[in-house]
């Protein structure tokens, strides 16, 4: 009975949508205010349907009903509570429940919260959200519907697959769905502000907060990801360049190239059309993601869905609402008047020369990416690319797009002294200069791309904090003083200030971690040693050990520093049978400057094991720093001036004398 409700409220979610996605539209056209009151509650109700269906189907996943043919295919009775939930989420049809019920959590967002918005602009934007949703629920109704039977009913399911029955895998998705579909809300404005011809700089400051908060997200999501890999395939490595990673890249970079832009249309009134582009390339590349991932047609760890009837609707769906927007935008977009003028060498011009890096990043990543696909589609021929390729195309692209990030805070609107600016950062570049010539004493010149990565880093570390020191003038009025400025600082300027500091910091985490990781591969017996970075692990062997529904093969590993025990570390090879696969978990030793990486593997029939031994210079920095770039999104979030529309400009001859009744605010 609970897979029917769910089922039905699916559909009906589909007939709501439809209308919220058409009716408003008319009204909004023709001045109809009847039809225009639609998208409001038309939005309410679609989520409050697909939440309905989505407590269902976790109901059914939660109560092992194997009755629910996605139940039966993703979930078993010995499974922990947390992954039968996480496995709602951990196949297609139930992620694409997720990804539509996030879908209406934002139209409803904007229903419930857009009130300073214009009423035209607000009726459009839910009924685009609106359409966007018919596209995901009739794939959902008519090919992957999440709640169909199986009978006779199995008595056992098939379990969700082990690499994802994961704390970090259980929360990765969401976060990603969250980032990917919450760019809608940019796609939705961009095409309404389209179909009204207008965009200012209020349209700009009602975007970036929908924006802010779906890249904080994107942000957070990558971060799980690159963790879950680091210490759950037992590689040691961190990031892959594999599709499905740079799905979900690709539309982090251009989101954070229109949160760039979209600070120049509410500040200066310029780059507007190029903003309306950037919103709907962010959307697409986050729906070409979903078809990367859901059509099979590239192969990935990460892809679960193959059928090919799912994958050509999807890249019709993909072809009618990129080119439709496209499309619209090139009808559009020339009527839509330009703003402000500045100067090369200005803050403007920093933020330009941002977008156009981050642009052409990723067109390179698009292309690693891509051209397997193309080249097997026109001549047959298979191809990985590695990488060898993205290291030796995105690399360079990111080199003056980080050299420049520090600079552009430190320039005014309009018109800058390059001399003058790079004179205010003199401390920062003692400081990397410091840096580069202690990196350079300790690692004797090798590798040398090291100290670039040191430099990179620092430098946007120590401009961040340049950044604020300015706005404060730290050091140059008394420290009362000072602090009181800091207080009185918008919030974005912190946030802005936290991210871009957190950058450097990952900067420096990954340089450390790819230039002076040191390996040991050996097979090892119980008593034997191995030393690494001033550490002696001894072997202790292995036991067998009874997971909740897995059986294990536990190592030890005495970890000793100047013949003194300071931890032991117990690595596991843990073989599932529901479904059979055998995962590794690494054992991890986090130190501030370095991480020692553990992992046992088979048995070599004579009483040795193989054995895989890492040091890990700096690689907590890398996740360190992601956390405060996510954490300077949220600081930013929580700037007043981004939860209200923009004040209206009024001349003193325009302005209206206020009534004897009438009271300020």
Same mark, same amino acid.
């Given at each position: 009975?609970?897979?029917e409700?769910?089922h039905f ?5 589909l ?6 996605g ?6 909004a ?7 225009t009151?639609?998208a409001?509650?038309a939005a309410i109700?679609?989520?409050?349907l ?16 194997f009755?629910?043919l996605?139940v ?6 010995q499974?922990?509570?947390l ?10 049809e ?7 019920m996030?879908?209406?959590?934002f ?7 857009g009130n300073?918005l214009p009423?035209s602009l607000?009726t459009r ?5 609106g359409l966007?949703?018919?596209g995901?629920l009739?794939?959902?109704v008519f090919l992957s519907?999440?709640?169909?039977r199986?009978f006779p ?9 082990p ?13 990603l769905?969250l980032?990917?579909?919450?760019f ?5 404005f961009?095409v309404?502000?389209?179909?009204e ?6 349209w ?5 907060p929908?924006?802010l908060?779906?890249?904080v997200?994107l942000?957070?999501?990558i971060?799980?990801?690159s ?5 759950? !395939?037992?590689w $040691? =490595?961190?990031?892959?360049?594999d599709?499905? +990673?740079?799905a979900?890249?690709?539309p982090? @970079? *251009?989101?954070t ?14 780059l507007?059309?190029?903003?309306v582009?950037?919103a709907?390339l962010?959307?697409?590349?986050s ?18 869905a193959t059928d ?5 609707y ?6 009618v ?13 020339p009527? !839509?008047?330009s $703003? =402000?003028?500045?100067?090369p060498?200005?803050? +403007? ?6 977008? @156009? *890096?981050?642009i ?7 292309i690693?990416t891509m ?10 021929e ?12 995105f690399v360079?692209?990111?080199v003056p797009l980080?050299a420049v990030m ?7 609107w ?11 950062m003199?401390v920062?570049?003692a400081?990397?200069?410091a840096?580069?010539l202690?990196?350079l ?5 090798d590798?040398?791309l090291a100290?670039?990565?040191m ?5 946007l570390?120590?401009g961040?904090a340049?950044d604020i ?12 003083d000072?602090l ?5 600082l918008?919030r974005?300027?912190w946030?802005g200030?936290?991210a871009?500091?957190g950058m450097?910091?990952a900067?420096?985490?990954i ?7 040191i390996e040991?591969?050996?097979i090892?017996?119980p ?5 690494i970075a001033?550490?002696?692990l001894?072997?202790?062997g ?16 005495r970890v000793?520093r100047?013949d003194e025990?300071?931890?032991?570390m117990t690595p596991?090879?843990r073989?599932?049978?529901q479904?059979s696969?055998?995962t590794?978990?690494?054992a ?6 370095g ?27 890398l996740?360190?720093g ?6 300077g999104g949220?600081v930013?979030l929580?700037?007043r001036r981004?939860r209200?529309g923009a004040?209206?400009?009024?001349t003193?001859?325009?302005k209206?004398?206020?009534r004897?009744?009438?009271?300020t605010?």
């Open positions: 009975m609970i897979a409700l769910g409220a699916i559909v009906l979610a007939a709501v949508a439809i209308v919220q058409t009716l408003p539209l008319v009204g056209q023709r001045g109809i205010e009847s039809l009151a639609i409001r509650p109700m679609q989520f409050l697909l939440a309905l269906a989505f407590i269902a189907l976790t109901l059914a996943f939660t109560g092992s009903d009755s629910v996605n039966w295919q993703n979930s078993h009775t499974k922990p509570l992954y039968k939930i996480s496995g709602v989420w951990g196949n297609h139930g992620s694409l429940l997720l990804w539509v996030i879908l209406a959590a139209g409803f967002g904007v229903a419930t919260m300073n009423p607000r934007v839910i009924a685009i959200q966007i949703g018919v995901f009739l794939l959902l519907n999440p709640f169909e199986v009913v199995p008595a056992q399911g098939n379990g969700l697959n690499l994802l029955q994961d704390p970090g895998l259980a929360f990765h998705p969401p976060f769905y980032g990917y579909v919450g809608s809300i940019a796609f939705s961009a309404a502000a389209l179909i011809g207008k965009v200012d700089a209020a700009a400051r009602w975007v970036r929908w924006t908060a779906a890249w997200a942000t957070i999501g971060a799980m990801g963790w879950w890999a680091y210490y759950e !395939l037992g $040691g =490595g961190w990031w892959f360049w599709p499905v +990673e740079n979900s890249f690709m982090w @970079l *251009l989101g190239a229109l949160l760039h832009s979209a600070i120049v249309v509410e500040k200066r009134d310029a507007k059309t190029w903003t582009l950037l709907i962010t959307f697409s590349f729906l070409l993601g979903t078809f990367i991932v859901r059509s099979g047609v590239l192969n990935s760890v990460h892809s679960f090919p009837g799912r994958g050509v999807i890249l019709a769906f993909l072809v609402a990129i080119g439709g927007s496209l499309a619209l935008y090139a009808w559009r977009a009527a !839509l008047k $703003g =402000g003028v500045f100067a060498i200005s803050r +403007e011009g920093s933020l330009v020369l941002n977008n @156009l *890096l981050l052409a990043a990723t067109a390179t990543v698009f690693g051209y397997p696909l193309f080249l097997d589609a026109m001549t047959g298979k191809v990985t690319v590695g990488p060898p390729f993205f290291n030796a195309t360079p692209l990111m980080l520090a600079i552009g805070p430190m320039m005014p309009k018109r800058a002294d390059l001399a003058g600016t790079l004179a205010r003199k920062a570049a400081v990397t200069v840096v580069a202690l990196t004493y300790l690692s004797g010149f590798p040398i100290v670039l990565g430099v990179l880093g620092t430098w570390v120590a961040a340049i020191g300015e706005r404060t003038r730290l050091f140059r009025i008394p420290w009362r000072a009181r400025r800091g207080r009185n918008p974005s300027a946030g200030a936290i871009h500091a450097g910091v900067i420096l985490g340089t450390g971690s790819l230039s002076w990781e040991r591969l050996q090892m017996r008593g034997d040693r191995v030393g001033g550490y002696e001894e072997f202790g292995v036991a067998p050990v009874a997971g909740p529904n897995y059986d294990a093969v536990r190592g030890t590993f000793y100047d025990l300071v931890e032991v596991e090879t073989r599932f049978t479904p696969m055998v590794t978990e690494a991890i030793r986090p130190r501030n400057f991480d020692l990486y553990a992992v046992v593997g088979e048995s070599n029939g004579d009483g040795g094991f193989a054995t895989r031994i890492y040091h890990k210079p700096m690689i907590n920095w996740w360190i992601s956390i405060m770039m996510a954490l949220l930013s929580t700037d981004l209200i004040p209206r400009r009024r003193a001859e325009t209206p004398a206020l004897p009744q009438q009271q605010t």
